[in-house]
């Protein structure tokens, strides 16, 4: 997975041609950390369907803020720079992330 910040988000997600997928956590965010291993395995599962990305939105809270990311965690998806999927924490279900993966990558 490829590690965001403010310096490289424009050119790996706003600028980036086809799926991206970010997923916005915090080390703090209990939640995040619990999903963290699930996240993983469905980058690894899915390598080459879609890019993946982290971002700690602590870390870069502008730029959360910018991406209208308020509470965590946020999973995104961007096709062709624009985002055009995202589910907040309490529409996170890996299943219907895969599915939401499957539908916006065919």
Known sequence: MI??????????VKQAAGLVFVDFWSPKCGQCMEL??????????????????KLDAAANRRLA???KVMGLPVFN????GERVFSF????IDMAAVQAKLDELAG
């Open 3 to 12: 590690e965001l910040t403010k310096e490289n988000f424009e050119a790996e």
């Open 36 to 53: 963290l291993p699930d996240v993983e395995a469905l980058a690894e599962k899915n390598a080459g369907k879609a890019k993946f990305c």
């Open 65 to 67: 803020i910018a991406e």
């Open 77 to 80: 998806f961007y096709k062709d």
């Open 88 to 91: 907040d924490k309490d529409s």
